[in-house]
């Protein structure tokens, strides 16, 4: 069965950091895209970040304050997250491909077939 499990989420301020790590079991990743995504209340999930080998790719909200990287022998990814906004308040999910020997890191929710159950990360003001 594949798993993907959040941890890192929490309450903190603005400007603060916040570190996330996805843990992902039950198949290999090592082919496979490994992201973020996010979903603030009453809007659409939004694609984060996420990252194939050595390529990533960014949404351009948090491009320069968040980091991507992943540990493929352990099948994490983590995304640090710094320079906290109030609008990076959500659930954040960790989400996977499937394996594949393309290299490209897909931004779309459609092509993104495991998923965790997301974690709340709430920034206040």
């Known amino acids: 069965q594949v798993q993907l499990v959040e941890s890192g989420g929490g309450l903190v301020q603005a400007g603060d950091s916040l570190s996330l790590s996805c843990a992902a079991s039950?198949?290999?990743?090592?082919?496979?895209?490994m992201g973020w995504f996010r979903q603030a209340p009453g809007k659409e999930r939004e694609f984060i970040a996420a990252?194939?080998?050595?390529?990533?790719r960014y949404a351009d909200s948090v491009k320069g304050r968040f980091t991507i990287s992943r540990e493929n022998a352990k099948n994490t990814v983590n995304l640090q997250m710094n320079s906290l906004k109030p609008e990076d308040t959500a659930v954040y999910y960790c989400?996977?491909?499937?394996?594949?020997?393309?290299?490209?890191?897909?931004?779309?929710?459609?092509?993104?077939?495991?998923w965790g159950q997301g974690t709340q990360v709430t920034v206040s003001s």
């Open positions: 989400a996977a491909t499937p394996e594949g020997l393309l290299r490209r890191v897909p931004f779309s929710e459609n092509e993104y077939v495991d």
């Open positions: 039950g198949r290999t990743f090592s082919r496979s895209a």
């Open positions: 990252m194939k080998w050595s390529d990533a």
